[in-house]
Every structure is written in C-alpha cells, then in structure tokens.
C-alpha cells in the first residue's frame, strides 16, 4: 500500500490488518490494512463493486472476515467473548446507506430504540437521552412523525441521531450519500463533520464521492483490487503519482476528454468496459 503522511506514532482506535473475504470464487478483500487515529476522520474511497461496504460490514461485526484482525482501542476483536463483542457494538454505530429507519415507528422511537436493545436504563432516561440526540439534531419538533412524514435530509439527521444516542466512541457511515443531489449530498458531508467535531467521535466513511470526502476527511484511503492502494491525507492524495491513485482522481477529467473525442466520432470503449 502506497502511505503518504499517515497516523505512524499516533493514537490508532482502530487498527485493521491483512483483512481477507471471499464470497465463493468472488475474492473482495485480500489484505486490506488500514489505521485509523483516535477521533478522526477517515474516508475509504473506490469505484462502485470494490468491496468497501463488505469491508465496512468488517468491521462492524455484521460480516465475519476469513482471515486478519481487526484492534478495536488497542484489543483485538477476533479474541474477543460475548460479552466483550457486545461492549464493542455498544461503542460502535452503524449507519446504514438506506437509513434503515423503522417506518412504523416515530422519530423518537427511532432514535429509543438501540437504547432500549443494548442498555438497561429505566425508561425515563431512555425518552431523555433520546430527546437530547433529537434536539442536538434540530429534529425535537419532529418526533412525533414517522420517517414516511420527512424529508430525505431529515432521514439522514434522524438515522445520525439514532447512531449517537448510545454516545459511541466510533461511527461507520456506509455510503451516506447514496442517491443524493449534490447540494444535500455537500450537506450531508458538512453534517457529519459537524456532529463529528461536537460530539468527538472517530468515524469511518466509505464512499465514491471525492471531491467532497477530500474536503470532509483527515485521512482517505483508497480500496482497489481487494487492497487499499494508498492511504494518507488528503492532499498527499492529490499530490500523489501512484497509477491507481491518479486513475480514480483524475477520472472526471477523463469523462470530459472521452465526451470530447465522443463529439469528434472517435471510438473510445466498448461494452466490454462496463
């Protein structure tokens, strides 16, 4: 993997090392390390069928891995117990790129309901803290509507403050603008970084959106062919001259030079590249 001022030296929460995962013949994952430093923010970039929701669902424990290991807070997961993984998923949320919103329960059930799944606190507290991550999100006066009542922003708000409301120490975002125009997919980015400097958790993004992931990250890495090809900091990853790095940065010049030579009549792919 190509590293380019990465967190060598610093506080890793979270450690990935030689991760592999194959579906039959399908390989995805064949040795993906990543580091990721305590309270940042790292975006994992690919083009679309490259594994990074498989390598995301790593991580959180929704899919097991064949081989590597995966140091949560300086302890590895794979020698975790029961009751140690269930520690694990109390301090780690997941969002899910559909939202994953319960359509016939209101926003504050919503957000009550990881509370009321993984805890063991008395009701009353559990209607509080759930308000609390409601009104941090601007989205008390909602939570009485059901997810079919807002709008696709408020969606992504109300499916953030159900991610929050356990206080976790770390955050997987799979695809969090999937389907989005780009003024709401900006907005959703700004919303993560917000709420990721308020609230002080680490977070790791997985999407294909780049300019904006550049502008939202502390660290990107880049997943091609089951391994991460690079990671470093954003501008280590515009500056860099690796072939793969450089073929997915550049990828919206390339569109523009192949609708160019498109206009001219000149052949520029076939079927077969799809």
Request: charged residues 25%; proline residues 4%.
């Amino acid at each position: 993997m190509s590293t380019a001022d990465t967190a060598t030296g610093t506080d890793l929460f979270l450690d990935v090392r030689g991760l592999h995962k194959r579906f039959g013949e399908n390989v995805v994952l064949a040795g993906v390390d990543l580091a990721v430093p305590r309270g940042s923010v790292v975006t994992v970039l690919g083009k679309s069928g490259t594994g990074k929701s498989v390598f995301l669902k790593c991580l959180a424990g929704i899919v097991r891995p064949d081989a590597g290991d995966i140091c949560f807070d300086g302890h590895s997961l794979n020698a975790q117990d029961a009751e140690s993984r269930v520690e694990f998923r109390r301090r780690c949320s997941y969002l899910f790129q559909s939202n994953a919103l319960l359509d016939s329960l209101t926003a504050l059930q919503n957000v009550a309901l990881p509370l009321e799944q993984t805890t063991q606190i008395p009701n009353r507290e559990i209607r509080e803290r759930s308000l609390e991550a409601l009104r941090q999100l601007d989205l008390e006066k909602h939570k009485d509507r059901f997810p079919a009542q807002l709008s696709g922003g408020m969606q992504k708000r109300l499916a953030l403050a159900r991610a929050i409301v356990t206080r976790p120490e770390l955050v997987l975002f799979d695809e969090p603008t999937a389907g989005l125009d780009p003024i709401r997919r900006n907005r959703v980015f700004e919303m993560i970084v917000k709420y990721q400097r308020q609230f002080g958790f680490t977070a790791v993004l997985v999407t294909h959106d780049l300019p904006e992931a550049l502008v939202a990250s502390d660290q990107v890495a880049l997943l091609d062919s089951g391994r991460m090809q690079f990671q470093g900091t954003p501008e280590a990853f515009s500056r860099s001259a690796d072939p793969t790095v450089c073929a997915f940065r550049d990828s919206a010049a390339s569109l523009r030079d192949s609708i160019a030579a498109l206009r001219r009549g000149e052949t520029v792919m076939s079927g077969e590249d799809l």
